[in-house]
T-cell receptor
Framework: AQKVTQAQTEISVVEKEDVTLDCVYE???????LFWYKQPPSGELVFLIR??????QNEISGRYSWNFQKSTSSFNFTITASQVVDSAVYFC?????????????FGKGTTLSVSS | DADVTQTPRNRITKTGKRIMLECSQT?????MYWYRQDPGLGLRLIYY???????NKGEISDGYSVSRQAQAKFSLSLESAIPNQTALYFC????????????FGPGTRLTVL
């Protein structure tokens, strides 16, 4: 069965700290896709990144970086030098290729609070 | 202008009322979805549509119905609203070339009293 676990329910940091959000997934497929979405206090869901199962290269985008490790079924998200504007709920999600175009399976989210 | 719009953005209604939530998109995507978000539960799929003639139930379709009026429009109806349908509802779309990636609208916050 497919499943996404975000064990950290809430994280609080002070500005400029680095923070890592954990995501562990379960799937029987060899081809799948992983995602991170950001939900700021305003409520919308913002797409951050898509990674397919054959691409284990880490990715960096500004202060954001993602570490994908198939060996541990993890797709962790790190924010470097956090800012107050990073305060949001972050969701990790999974889509199996054989069910592509159907449901995204979401984790329950991690609430990140960054204080000044 | 936003690519995926939802109306209304907020709605308060009473138990037993019929409610329709609307979603429109200018992305030209064929696939559209309705999810609901409940605190601490993440998002769960209600219905999805691959095109105007292809509509499918998701994980939690009971108590809901949908209508795909056109490629760009996908509506969600609650025939007889009940309090446990109080939630944040999201519409999403995905392109044919990357059907796995979904782009979400701003959400509709629905409260059923």
């Amino acid at each position: 069965a497919q499943k996404v676990t975000q064990a950290q329910t809430e994280i609080s940091v002070v500005e400029k700290e680095d923070v890592t959000l954990d995501c562990v997934y379960e799937t029987r497929d060899t081809t799948y896709y992983l995602f991170w979405y950001k939900q700021p206090p305003s409520g919308e869901l913002v797409f951050l990144i898509r990674r397919n199962s054959f691409d284990e290269q880490n990715e960096i985008s500004g202060r954001y970086s993602w570490n994908f490790q198939k060996s541990t079924s993890s797709f962790n998200f790190t924010i470097t030098a956090s800012q107050v504007v990073d305060s949001a709920v972050y969701f990790c999600a999974l889509s199996e290729a054989r069910q592509a175009g159907t449901a995204l399976i979401f984790g329950k989210g991690t609430t990140l609070s960054v204080s000044s | 202008d936003a690519d995926v719009t939802q109306t209304p953005r907020n709605r308060i209604t009473k138990t037993g009322k019929r409610i329709m939530l609307e979603c429109s998109q200018t992305k030209g995507h064929d696939r559209m979805y309705w999810y609901r978000q409940d605190p601490g539960l993440g998002l769960r799929l209600i219905y999805y549509s691959f095109d105007v003639k292809d509509i499918n139930k998701g994980e939690i379709s009971d108590g809901y119905s949908v209508s795909r009026q056109a490629q760009a429009k996908f509506s969600l109806s609650l025939e007889s609203a009940i309090p446990n349908q109080t939630a944040l509802y999201f519409c999403a779309t995905s392109p044919s070339e990357h059907t796995d990636t979904q782009y979400f609208g701003p959400g509709t916050r629905l409260t059923v009293l």
